[in-house]
């Protein structure tokens, strides 16, 4: 059973940072892609951006260059450091972990910015 928790979201002024991170815990392959996902009210969930257990990444045009995903493959542990927020980044993120067999989600984590 693989298990996804994330934290670091809450509330940020625009222009400001936060820093999710998310966790995985359980039976997990040794290669695997992590990623972020957010889902604002009224959308459907979109992607942030994702890296795999080698460092390759993929960035959502609305992330680039604002947005910096990471991961330490020791701890199986992806971060998403998050700055010049905007209002329109408001949105519940939710952490994924695929495999070769199974994808896995996490509950969310609320990021709320203030304008």
């Known amino acids: 059973q693989v298990q996804l928790v994330e934290s670091g979201g809450g509330l940020a002024q625009a222009g400001g940072s936060l820093r999710l991170s998310c966790q995985a815990s359980?039976?997990?392959?040794?290669?695997?892609?992590m990623g972020w996902y957010r889902q604002a009210p009224g959308k459907e969930r979109e992607l942030v951006a994702t890296?795999?257990?080698?460092?390759?990444?993929i960035y959502a045009t609305s992330a680039r260059g604002r947005f910096t995903i990471s991961r330490d493959n020791a701890k199986n542990t992806v971060y998403l450091q998050m700055n010049s927020l905007k209002p329109e980044d408001a949105a519940v993120y939710y952490c994924?972990?695929?495999?070769?067999?199974?994808?896995?989600w996490g509950k969310g984590i609320l990021v709320t910015v203030s304008s």
């Open positions: 359980g039976s997990i392959f040794s290669a695997n892609v």
């Open positions: 890296i795999t257990t080698f460092g390759g990444t």
């Open positions: 994924k972990l695929e495999t070769a067999n199974n994808d896995y």
